[in-house]
């Protein structure tokens, strides 16, 4: 489009050529744009929702000997699930910026229900 005389999108013109994989712009969207903005308030909005799981688990769970609390996913599946239905992709969220402990890759419902999630 950028070639084409027959386009008026003014966008397509002050788009810059591709950057290259070592450039720190790469796979990011330009700066001050919607799409930018658009990601930002995703990234916020699951910090929210991390958050919010997080407290669900220290109100419903136990305090173990270590001090740590926890909860079954069984437990906290028919708890949460009221609230949102992405409790997994939450859970996994949760536990790559450290803040629960939880033995396997992926949790499924009536397969993984006694499985111990800890807030560390």
Same mark, same amino acid.
């Given at each position: 489009q950028r070639k084409n005389p027959f386009s008026s999108d003014d966008r397509l013109a002050s788009k810059p050529a591709h950057t290259q994989r070592g450039d720190p712009t790469y796979g990011r969207p330009p700066e001050g744009s919607r799409t930018e903005q658009r990601g930002k308030d995703a990234h916020s909005h699951v910090g929210k929702e991390v958050e919010? /799981?997080? /407290?669900?688990? @220290?109100?419903?769970?136990?305090?173990?000997?270590d001090g740590h609390v926890s909860v079954t996913f069984g437990? !906290?599946?028919e708890t949460y699930v009221t609230i949102s239905n992405k409790v997994v &992709?939450? /859970? !996994? @969220?949760? @536990?790559? +910026? &450290? !803040?629960? +402990?939880f033995e396997g890759e992926m949790l499924w419902q009536g397969k993984d229900d006694d499985v111990v999630i800890t807030l560390l």
């Open positions: 919010e /799981l997080c /407290l669900i688990i @220290r109100s419903i769970g136990e305090v173990g000997e437990q !906290l599946f &992709g939450i /859970l !996994l @969220r949760a @536990r790559k +910026h &450290g !803040l629960v +402990h």
